[in-house]
């Protein structure tokens, strides 16, 4: 099973608005991360936890907020976004990284979010 | 400045001949590759990936080299499909020992079509 989940699937949210979204993964994956997409663009890393711990944030406005409650879940929690914020939002895990090099990442589906 | 490169935004090609997409890298420190299939509004799908103490690794009709002096890696595809019509992303990461998270540095994609 090399699935991972990701909730909602579409999102439309005001500027005021608080969200959620959510990723689960139960292949025993100890790395979890956030990726923003946008149109015709590649994946561009938001944040990495490593065995829950918070190991990267790669510059994101405090208006995202990730949590990671316990090995298998992923919250990345909304507030005030700005329309620019609209984009495809991917969740990915991997089992972390070896001395011959990092395992592959396994990526959800993605959340479309669209901020008005 | 880009770390990945996928000079061709396209690629077309009939059906039963080979696909060849290409991924330049600058980063002499990455030592492990991967590819990544992308249909529109889904989240990327790992295809196939090589270690840099290999050049050459195989999973079916999808073949990866490397070229670690010229800092070039492809993907042989072949014979090419139409359901392999999609985007695909090249991406490099480096084992970072001090951490767990092995992260990923994407291209900018190739979008592959495949004409019956």
């Known amino acids: 099973d090399t699935e991972v989940t990701q909730t909602p699937k579409h999102l439309v949210m005001g500027m005021t608005n608080k969200k959620s979204l959510k990723c689960e993964q139960h292949?025993?994956?100890?790395?979890m991360y956030w990726y923003k997409q946008k149109a015709k663009k590649p994946p561009e890393l938001m944040f990495v936890y490593s065995y829950e711990k918070l190991s990267i944030n790669e510059s994101v406005p405090s208006r995202f907020s990730p949590e990671c409650p316990n090995s298998s879940l992923l919250n990345l929690h909304l507030h005030a976004l700005q329309p620019e914020d609209s984009a495809l939002y991917l969740c990915a895990s991997s089992q972390g990284a070896s001395e011959y090099g990092s395992y592959e990442q396994y990526f959800g589906p993605g959340t479309r979010l669209t901020v008005t | 400045d880009q770390q990945v490169k996928q000079n061709s935004p396209s690629l077309s090609v009939q059906e039963g001949r080979i696909s060849i997409l290409n991924c330049d890298y600058t980063n002499s420190m990455f030592d492990y590759f991967l590819w990544y299939k992308k249909y529109p509004a889904e989240g990327p799908t790992f295809l196939i990936s090589?270690?840099?103490?290999?050049d050459k690794n195989e999973d079916g009709r999808f073949t990866v080299f490397l070229n670690k002096s010229a800092k070039h890696l492809s993907l042989h595809i072949v014979p090419s499909q139409p359901g392999d019509s999609a985007v695909y992303f090249c991406?490099?990461?480096?084992?970072?020992?001090?951490?767990?998270?092995?992260?990923?540095?994407f291209g900018k994609g190739t979008k592959l079509s495949v004409k019956p």
């Open positions: 292949m025993g994956h100890r790395a």
């Open positions: 090589i270690s840099s103490i290999k």
């Open positions: 991406a490099a990461s480096a084992v970072d020992y001090g951490g767990s998270q092995g992260n990923l540095i």
